[in-house]
């Protein structure tokens, strides 16, 4: 019996059979040979026992997901009754929740402010740190292309959702088509314009940033 690692280009998993895959995180698969981590009718060894409390380990983070998840979607589902968006999300680190969030589009007037970036907003304010690296980003629903942009920003180590951008669509949050943007569209076929003019000066606070002796990297 042997335990085997692998990297995969993975940020967010759904708690279902299927698996999103999308930044880059450590997995690490450990096979079971029967229920009791033995061959049948014989003694567990000692390397069949470690394997044993691996996938117990494994068992254990899924299960407290599942239950910052159902707490996510009580979150998004509350948020709906105080006049906001139907989305929640929570951050966690070292098994314990460190900050909420609700979508408050509307009722803040902030196109920004989804339920993953108040809760990364929040989350950064109480670890005193504008990175979340260690960190879990757990979502009622799929993040949209800002949010999963501010997630890799932010360094988290990986997102776990529930709904996904279908179920959105159909709740009338139809995201799909700011994905096809950035992955097959061309610039061409964007509902707004984008423009570049090539100004002199372009490279000036780049310049600035690079000569402060004092800057904090990020």
């Not at 996938?55 to 009754?81: G, K, P, Y």
């Not at 090539?198 to 600035?208: G, K, Q």
């Amino acid at each position: 019996m042997s335990e085997t690692s692998s990297v995969r280009p993975l940020a967010m998993a759904r708690l279902d059979p299927g698996v999103t895959v999308t930044a880059e995180l450590a997995i690490r698969t450990v096979p079971l040979l029967s229920p009791m981590g033995g061959t049948p009718g014989k003694s567990p060894t000692v390397s069949q026992g470690v394997t044993v409390t691996a996938h117990t380990q494994e068992v254990n983070i899924q299960d407290l997901e599942r239950t910052w998840l159902d707490e996510a979607i009580r979150l998004a589902t509350n948020s709906v009754a105080n006049g906001g968006g139907p989305f929640g999300a929570l951050v966690a680190k070292g098994g314990e929740i460190v900050a909420i969030g609700n979508n408050r589009v509307t009722s803040t007037l902030d196109p920004t402010a989804h339920a993953e970036v108040s809760a990364m907003r929040a989350a950064c304010q109480e670890l005193d740190t504008f990175s979340l690296e260690g960190c879990v980003l757990v979502t009622s629903c799929e993040p949209c292309p800002m949010c999963l942009s501010s997630a890799l920003w932010a360094r988290v180590d990986r997102i776990v959702f529930a709904a996904d951008r279908d179920d959105a669509a159909v709740a009338g949050f139809d995201d799909r088509k700011f994905y096809d943007l950035f992955e097959k569209q061309p610039a061409s076929k964007w509902p707004l314009a984008i423009e570049r003019l090539d100004l002199p000066n372009r490279t000036a606070p780049f310049d600035a940033w690079v000569a402060k002796t004092d800057r904090i990297d990020y």
